[in-house]
């Protein structure tokens, strides 16, 4: 066995990935490539909560597909699949399901929260964290990398293996998440959490005009430009801090409180930083839109890679629930 941890996460492959995503996730698990054993797919099942377009979501699970390669995935380095391609994923789910208790799920804030949003509240958004669980279980993971919205899922994951394991003997590993505290949350252009369903999104990959439009809307106070701002209070800062070195953090800390700014200037200045921050990748990304079977092809090997460990663990999990009859 490896001597290296096993390092898990998905995304949903619902709309344009963003900065939030970048900052809360994507950046992290890239790193991760080099140090440990990573594992890094896109949930297209979990997108069907809330896509009913047969074209969206395949347009969109490709686009993710890109987003990734482009910020450097290595596919050779790493685990990087379609979550729908690993169908021993979604038997894990049913088995799992008869060992969740329906209050672990009635109290889950996102469900709630999405059906606050107007989501429909179907089987399939309520029973969401089971199949998130059968995700980060099947792969024995150790850590799961997430931004702090979803913490309480991987603590669902987490009882979920305890009450098997109690069940049914030793058999997941107990996984636990991993959030980075000064990016648990990254505001949007309202100030509220950055998300894809908020319509308050930078996108990574946006075209020049939509992202210089997009920063130039974020969200300031009517502070008048001679009077000292809080910058701990500003979202544009805490959005400027993400790409600013620590001088320049300091500097515009100092301006806000005790010099003459106008957050135009800032917003402007911020524009800049981004288009350069990920100006390699927008290049990466165009070789890949130019060859979507490429992609394609690189998804399908990942999954083929990922399916013989999932593979193995329902093998053990059929046996210890005695799904395996013929085997007496
Ligand atoms: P969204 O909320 O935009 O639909 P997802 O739910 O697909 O995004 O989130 C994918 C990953 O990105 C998760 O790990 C999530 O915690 C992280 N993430 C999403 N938005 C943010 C944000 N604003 N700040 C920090 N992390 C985020
Ligand atoms: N629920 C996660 C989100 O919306 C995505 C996800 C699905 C996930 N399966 C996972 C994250 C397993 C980490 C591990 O962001």
């Known amino acids: 066995m490896s001597e290296k941890k096993r390092i ?30 990573l594992f890094c797919f896109l949930v297209n099942y979990h997108a069907l909560t809330t896509i009913s377009n047969g074209n969206k979501l395949r347009k969109e699970t490709l686009s993710a597909a890109m987003d990734f390669l482009a910020l450097g995935i290595d596919p050779e380095k790493s685990y990087f699949w379609v979550q729908s391609d690993i169908p021993e994923v979604t038997e894990l789910t049913w088995i799992l399901s ?24 179907s089987h399939g958004l309520f029973a969401y964290p089971v199949l998130m669980a059968a995700d980060i279980l099947i792969f024995q993971s150790n850590i799961v990398p997430v931004g702090k919205d979803q913490k309480q899922h991987v603590e669902v994951a987490r009882d979920i293996a305890i009450k098997f394991n109690n069940t049914y003997g030793d058999t997941f590993v107990i996984p636990e998440e991993e959030i980075q505290q000064d990016l ?59 790409f600013a070195n620590e001088d320049q953090v300091k500097e515009l800390d100092d301006k806000y409180r005790n010099k003459p700014l106008k957050y135009s200037e800032i917003k402007k200045e911020l524009f800049g930083m981004i288009w350069e921050y990920f100006a390699e990748a927008r290049q990466e990304r165009k070789k890949y839109e130019n060859s979507p079977g490429d992609v394609i092809n690189i998804l399908k090997k990942g999954a083929g ?23 007496f």
């Open 8 to 37: 898990l996460s998905g995304i949903q492959p619902s709309g344009r990935l963003h900065l939030g995503n970048y900052f809360g996730m994507m950046k992290r698990m890239i790193e991760y490539q080099d140090k440990e054993d």
């Open 98 to 121: 008869n060992v969740t208790p329906l209050g672990l799920l009635e109290r889950c804030h996102s469900y709630k929260d999405k059906v606050a949003r107007g989501i429909s509240p």
């Open 184 to 242: 648990a949350t990254v505001p949007g252009l309202d100030g509220q959490k950055m998300a894809k369903s908020y319509d308050n999104t930078v996108e990574i990959f946006a075209d020049e005009k939509t992202m210089k439009q997009k920063v130039m809307s974020i969200v300031t106070d009517s502070t008048p430009v001679d009077q000292p701002k809080n910058p701990e209070t500003c979202n544009l800062f805490a959005i400027y801090k993400l």
């Open 305 to 327: 890679k990922a399916r013989k460990i999932a593979g193995n663990t329902l093998q053990q999990i059929l046996k210890a629930v005695g799904l395996n009859y013929f085997d």
